[in-house]
């Protein structure tokens, strides 16, 4: 799998989504992306949820009269807002919000952590969000018509049922290659988690069911496109009590034993801690790192030397 096949299929890819109807679990939407890429074992493991987005125009009866708002507003006026606002003041127009949800999918591709591919699949349901003209106070800029700060809500309606679109599909061993080839202070964090990975017991699990990496395409200041990657835990189950901050020897090796059974895989603790899960994670750190500096040995020599090196070094996304 590479960057060129991945946009080969593309189109394919967006026919695939936008021809599938939501469903709970998302089982059919799962079966089709494995049946148009045939040679992978594409898994749903986490859904971003809790975002949305302005959507279209509609009239006063659920008429539609433009998919983006932003793009009506560019057609519908010259720049002079006042003669917009004066001609449709009274017309009774509705903004619409687009409630979203990002599924993440991925398959592995090969042997390093890093080996994936990542498909990122946006489920939208568009409803009514705002009266875009407020009464008797014309808009100051363009901001005031697409994202007010003080809008005239109207109840959210649904305008339909919810429907797929692909946000994007990216072959995470490209990306990781081109960080190699050009790191930069942004780019070198990432790399040390995949390093870390592979030094730890974490490495006998497969990374990309544990977490999916939020990438950034982005121009530097001399215009080069670079890129910048956060790893994002896939977790989503209750975690075990925390202990007290004087807990040491045995009843924090039963924590940190029951906290990586609850999350799937070793040394979960110390990912979810560098991937900015959970704040007292590090207080965590530093108590273990007191043990096995010490007399107790509960943790693998592997993962002594992880942890030890973020002692020296710490760094959190």
Same mark, same amino acid.
């Given at each position: 799998?590479?960057?060129? %096949? $991945? ?9 695939? /989504?936008?021809?599938? @109807?939501?469903?709970? *679990? ?12 045939? #040679? %992978? !074992?594409?898994?749903?493991?986490? =859904? ?6 302005? &959507? ?8 539609? +009269?433009?998919?983006? $708002?932003? !793009?009506?507003?560019? !057609? @519908?006026? =010259? ?15 509705? @903004?619409?919000?687009?409630?979203? /949800? ?9 042997? &390093? ?35 007010? !700060?003080?809008?005239?809500? /109207?109840?959210?309606?649904? %305008? ?29 964090? /990432? ?37 910048? @990657? ?15 901050? +004087? ?16 999350? *799937? ?14 704040? #007292?994670?590090?207080? $965590? ?5 007191? #043990? ?10 592997? #993962? ?6 973020? $002692? ?6």
């Amino acid at each position: 799998m590479n960057a060129q %096949l $991945i946009a080969k299929g593309m189109e394919r890819l967006v026919y695939v /989504v936008e021809g599938t @109807a939501p469903k709970p *679990g998302h089982g059919p939407l799962i079966s089709a992306l494995n049946e148009c890429l045939a #040679d %992978l !074992d594409l898994k749903l493991v986490f =859904s971003r949820k809790g975002w949305h987005r302005p &959507g279209g125009v509609i009239d006063g009866h659920g008429h539609r +009269i433009a998919e983006n $708002i932003g !793009d009506w507003l560019a !057609d @519908a006026t =010259s720049g002079d807002l006042m003669d917009l606002f004066i001609s449709y003041e009274d017309a009774g127009l509705l @903004a619409t919000r687009l409630c979203g /949800v990002t599924h993440y999918l991925t398959a592995r591709t090969g042997s &390093g952590p890093w080996d994936f591919l990542q498909v990122e699949v946006n489920e939208l349901r568009e409803v009514t969000d705002r009266l875009i003209f407020s009464p008797g106070i014309p808009p100051d800029g363009p901001e005031d018509i697409v994202e007010p !700060d003080s809008p005239v809500k /109207v109840d959210p309606t649904p %305008l339909g049922p919810s429907f797929y679109r692909l946000r994007k599909a990216r072959d995470i061993g490209e990306a990781y290659r081109k960080l190699l080839a050009n790191s930069s202070a942004d780019t070198l964090l /990432v790399l040390r988690f995949f390093d870390e990975w592979l030094a730890s017991s974490a490495a006998q699990t497969t990374f990309c069911r544990r977490f999916v990496l939020r990438v950034i395409d982005y121009k530097d200041r001399f215009g080069d496109t670079r890129l910048q @990657a956060t790893p994002v835990s896939t977790h989503d189950t209750v975690l075990p009590p925390f202990p007290s901050a +004087i807990e040491r020897g045995l009843d924090l090796a039963r924590f940190l034993a029951a906290f990586d059974r609850a999350a *799937g895989y070793p040394m979960a603790w110390y990912f979810l801690m560098v991937a900015g899960a959970h704040p #007292d994670l590090e207080r $965590i750190a530093h108590a273990v790192h007191e #043990d096995v500096s010490g007399v107790y040995d509960y943790l693998p020599e592997r #993962d002594i030397k992880v942890l030890s090196a973020w $002692i020296q070094n710490p760094y959190r996304f």
